[in-house]
């Protein structure tokens, strides 16, 4: 599965951005979803997932729950990142992922990544 995001941007601290990450291929709907993030001088870290149904299984990092939410829309071999309440210390280039479960996305260690896109939180 090849994977394209984007979406990303200046944003003020406070505000929303949205991002979405395209997958190519027939397959979308067996794999679960996420994103993670890589903040400069820092190690990419895990940001949320949801499985393969969607719906309410989804799973977040302590540092973004209530204020991130992920979905996905099968029809459309995409997966969405609302993001609320920005803060500067969100400010990162974010990655969506795919994996074959949500335990290797939660784990860190999915197979399958896009290019990254940056969103920018200034104060």
């Known amino acids: 599965v090849q994977l394209q995001a984007s979406g990303g941007g200046l944003v003020q601290a406070g505000g929303s951005l949205r991002l979405s990450c395209a997958a190519s291929g027939r397959t979308f709907n067996s794999y679960a979803m996420g994103w993670f993030r890589q903040a400069p001088g820092k190690e990419r870290e895990f940001v949320a997932a949801?499985?393969?149904?969607?719906?309410?299984?989804?799973y977040y990092a302590d540092s973004v729950k209530g204020r991130f939410t992920i979905s996905r829309d099968n029809a459309k071999n995409t997966v969405y990142f609302k993001m609320n309440s920005l803060k500067v210390e969100d400010t990162a280039v974010y990655y969506c992922a795919a994996a074959f479960s949500t335990a290797t996305m939660t784990g860190g260690r999915p197979p399958y990544w896009g290019q990254g896109t940056l969103v920018t939180v200034s104060s």
């Open positions: 949801i499985s393969w149904s969607g719906g309410n299984n989804t």
